[in-house]
């Protein structure tokens, strides 16, 4: 209740009540209803967030020198070690089939690379945001300062893969007009590409520490793509850059295919969908069928971490 009242006080009614049916329809099983309120309720937080867009687009769309980047960056905030076997076997595939410096960002070694602010460490110690939040704001900061490919550690590797143009910015697009974000696809940020110093990435880095220099709690969950959304409208080179990239298809929906029994047949069917795969480590994906022959998934953690603990 005082969470509800707090948001209420910061964001204010009108926000607020898109939230409370966007998440009640959602949960009594009116998904049409439930899409049409997140879409009013993306538009009354794109008005909140118009003015930090708009300063940040103009602070950050003139053009400058970029440097093709041959980093990739994941994250794991826990460390390695830490890391359940399914998100393991990915960040060895993203090691084996892409090119580059791999380099696993952790609660360790982040200071290596970058120097948090001191609010953003206060918010992460009281709470307001959270590690997944925390990884949006790193992610973009890596990019502006180095360059690279952010891959999200749960994404998985089966073929070799390449940015198909170092000198801008590339992103996977894959049509999903179901899904409640308001990306609907059109982008992925745990897939995205920039050149070092690059202005897109500047941008995000801007409007990120606005917010949370001016807010004291997430607008949206999904608050990164709210940013990305204003900027496909007001970022020119963003917009220019963007509207290339051709759509891709096959990074989602591969969690049947993962339980199938690991016969050639199923592991062709699965790397012939595309050459990257989110493999979520949130569900235990069964390792045997019903007649005790491994599965997809089986064969892909022998493959890629064969020695690490089941988890």
């Known amino acids: 209740m005082l969470k509800a009242l707090s948001y209420l006080l910061e964001y204010g009614p009108r926000l607020s009540a898109w939230v409370l ?57 826990q460390g390695e070690s830490k890391m359940p076997r399914s998100v393991k076997a990915c960040v060895e595939s993203q090691r084996r089939h892409l090119e580059g410096r791999h380099v696993v960002i952790t609660e360790e070694n982040v200071k290596d690379y970058l120097e948090l602010p001191a609010y953003i460490r206060q918010r992460v110690r009281e709470g307001s945001l959270d590690i997944t939040h925390l990884s ?6 890596l990019l502006y300062h180095y360059g690279g490919l ?14 198909p143009n170092k000198q801008r910015l590339w992103t996977w697009k894959e049509p999903m007009p179901q899904i409640s974000c308001i990306s609907k696809g059109r982008w992925c940020i745990g897939l995205i590409y920039t050149p070092k110093d690059h202005a897109f990435a500047r941008y995000m880095c801007d409007i990120t520490a606005a917010f949370w220099l001016e807010h004291s709690q997430l607008i949206d969950y999904h608050v990164t793509d709210l940013f990305i959304a204003g900027a496909l409208r007001r970022h020119p080179l963003f917009a220019r850059e ?34 990257l795969h989110y493999v979520t480590w949130k569900k235990a994906y069964p390792l045997v ?7 997809v998934m089986q064969n892909l953690l022998n493959e890629f971490a064969p020695d690490a603990a089941l988890s």
């Open 21 to 77: 049916l966007t998440k009640a329809t959602r949960r009594v099983g009116l998904h049409d209803i439930s899409r049409r309120c997140a879409r009013r309720k993306d538009k009354a937080a794109l008005k909140i967030v118009k003015p930090l867009v708009k300063l940040a687009a103009k602070t950050s769309c003139e053009e400058r020198p970029v440097q093709p980047s041959d980093y990739v960056w994941t994250m794991w905030w």
């Open 136 to 141: 949006d704001l790193i992610r973009f900061e």
């Open 150 to 163: 952010w891959i999200d550690a749960t994404v998985m590797v089966t073929a070799p893969f390449s940015v």
């Open 242 to 275: 963007w509207e290339v990239l051709n759509y891709r298809h096959g990074l989602y929906g591969n969690a049947k295919r993962l339980q199938k029994e690991g016969s050639t047949k199923h592991m062709e069917a699965f790397y012939h969908t595309a050459p």
């Open 289 to 295: 069928t019903s007649a005790g022959k491994p599965t």
